[in-house]
């Protein structure tokens, strides 16, 4: 049993070198002509760590200066610096070569396997896997979409196939029939699936099926004939006359690509096979690979099949140079011979490309968190050949936009002006960047994208869709031919919009009687909003509104490749209905009458089998805890099996269960940082859990954006920079709120708490200010050593984090961010939950020595004989995202649920007459 265990296995220790420290502020260079110094010891420290032991410290080592702060900052370095102790500094090796710390990983790893070594912990494991792969349909296939290619005979059916057994995905293709290319009976194909299809991995899914990318052989192909340990596409791109494909591969789990342009497989459907007798010869079909290319895993092709555009990424893996590469044949290229297009010299900045949705642009974004600009490149000058970008609007410091393209006009979602929330605004593409007046805004010729209250109010003001307030918040937009649909959230859960647009003739230049300067004398937007409408889905096919609200739910944009059709697909699941993908018709949202809904025909493309599982037994709603100053809400979305009682006093409207004063296993999730949504989804990995009579609880906290961008940036009662630690109180006010009082469903002897990533973080900041509160904690790939990391811009992807954090190195953000730093704020003597820490020995994104500092520092301080085990699991092989193999990442999962289980006293255990005893 894995609680014998616990007395007996000693866990490693760490050696702690006392004199190490990071330097925070500025550091003045000897000759006085430089601010910072790049300091590297013979450990891979860097930043002004230092050791009395390090003999060969070496000032002179780097010429380059080190980054301390953002250019756009205006606020004072620390000065002089101050020593921040990182006695655990000797784990960081850039390299992944140390011995000593590869020695320590290997023991943390042996620690961990032994506490979790018992046979009931083995069979646990077991049993918990094959529960979540038998929920798993394991040969399956996603929703198939329609991609057009550069004429209209060359139609196909794009989707991603999964074989049972198989641990990656296969790409398929297969013709459009005639009468679908013509608009007739477009979906019938899809929908006869469900009938046509027998569900073995053999037969082809839709008729004339080709599997033209098998990462199944891509993951055999490692070296030395053995088959890689990790394998992810970024990305797969067809190419517009979709004869030629063109994918990023990472192997490492580093998320560094590789760049493949191959020809696209034309064979007849094939069942997959990793047997190298059975494989096809991949090198023939190679167009172009560089072997010394490595890229940030996007790609776009040009507006043909000669060149495409790629990013590049410096030594901090900082996407900031965008490429377009040449695929002549009769030349063999190298990344030096592919031209730059742009590049980004602010490290601040990331860079990214895409196209507008009628393909007419190539996009480039350069953006921080809190700026952004866009730079278009036109693929239909010069037959697609030209370089020349142009910018939509200069960037300015804390104005965020993205945009879109419709029949001449930039569609533009930003918070200009300083407004909460995105707004919906537009202007003509040649109305960008016009202005020779050096003093006006570059957004001064953004427009509101509105609708007049009726057909006839023309002399009434129009009224804007979306004006960035607190209520409605805008997150991107898609544009169609006839339509622009919109997705945001409203009420604290995901929303989409359908606007109607249509052609209007555009003001001439002597129509125009403003004259402030020359940009205002070119046309004004010949855009006009003719219908707007809430997508809402009816009946069988879902949200029946005011009961889904209660529950939760999921809904977003599905595989819409098509810009000239009035077809959107979308995605919508709950916390109790798996994922469906449902087909409907934008023109149905509109009448004669500007807008209003009328019946609007639906049909489900396909929904997701889950073997065995009977959603009548389950039950799931939101409900709201107030935060702890009394002026905020918290959104906490709950499921449960049908079985949980609950509290006399808890509302029937709510629980759906029977009613008791028992108290249950609680298991809370939350992540709360970059504005990102924790959504109310449906997660078959949690039935294991649900079934051993856990209630599964999902806190919107602030730093997320469920409830709008303020519920992230708000300076006071958001979740960011200098009010972070909202973040960490709304997660502990929830905890205490289940489990004390009438609201109470748990106690602190079944409350277990889990995070990932920068949920990691909050994980870490909740169990050293309530260590008591908590019996197990999950920390995933955590951000624990926030200080140290932030300090060091030479630490992958740092520098852009300054805008989510805040920058250590200057006076305004160092005690805060060390006031709630997991590494620096752990109780002495406390007694802390039982904790499971996991990284990735090659994370780009949480370095693996976060989680392996934060393992040491707890055993270190806390009561070791009170507090509950420390184990920490690092993959070897993997990066932030875990396991690429799909059945090596639920062996992973049911690791983390079998620890949870075990620590919360729920293992089921044998009788002495061998009965499985459950202690729920």
Known sequence: MAEVLHSSVVPPVARRD????VLAGKLPDDDGENDYVDVKNDNGNQNGENNEDDDDYDENEDDEPLLRQSETSTNPLISPPVPVPDPYGWMRDDERTNTEVLQHIAAENEFTKQITGGNEMIDLRSKLYDEMKDRLQETDYSCPSIIKGLTNSSQYWYYVRTMEGCS?????RAPVADSAANQGGQYDAVMD???????????PILPGEVQYLNVNVLASQGKDGKPHEYCSVGEMEESPSQSLIAYTLDVVGDEVYKL?????????????????KDRVDSSSLVVDHDANLECDGTVVWSNDD????????DDTLRSYKVRRRSLSQNQQKKLEDDEVIYEEKDELFDVGIGKTSDEKYLLVSTSSAETSEVHYLSLEDDNGTSTTLRCVAKRQVKVLYDIDHWNGNWLITSNAGGSTNMKLLTSPVNNVNSSENESSSPHAHWKDVAIHPSPLAVEEQSLPLFDGGPNRALESIVAFQNHVVAYGREGGLPRIWILKLQQEQSLTPSDNTKGENDASQLSLPPLQVIGFAQLSLQNDNKIKENEDIKAGFDIGLGPNHQYNTSDLIIAYDSPTEPPQAIVVNMNDYFNEDNGTAQQKLQLILKKSVVP??????????REFVLSRDGKNRIPVTLVYHKNITFPPTSPDNNYNGKKSNKVHPLHLYGYGSYGDSCECDFDPTRLPLLDRGIIYAIVHVRGGGEMGRQWYEDPKHGGKYLSKRNTFFDFIDVASHYSTGESKITDSSLLSIEGRSAGGLLIGAAINQEPELFKCAILGVPFVDVLCSMIDSTIPLTVGEWEEWGNPNEEYFFEYMKGYDPMRNVKIDGTYPSCLLTGGLHDSRVQYWEPLKFAAELRHAQDSHKSGPVCLKMEMSAGHFSASDRYKYLK????DYAFLLDQLGLVMRRTKQGEEENPV
Do not use: K
């Open 892 to 895: 992973e999962l049911a690791f």
């Open 612 to 621: 065995g599982y009977d959603p009548s037994q389950y039950s799931s709603h």
């Open 193 to 203: 699936i469900a009938t046509s299809w027998d569900g073995s991995p053999t037969a």
């Open 168 to 172: 990656y995905s296969v790409f398929c």
């Open 260 to 276: 493949f342009v191959e020809r696209m497989r034309t064979n007849n459907h094939a069942a997959p096979s990793v047997d190298a």
């Open 18 to 21: 006392t004199d190490r420290f």
């Open 306 to 313: 000669s060149s495409l555009f790629y990013v590049e990424m």
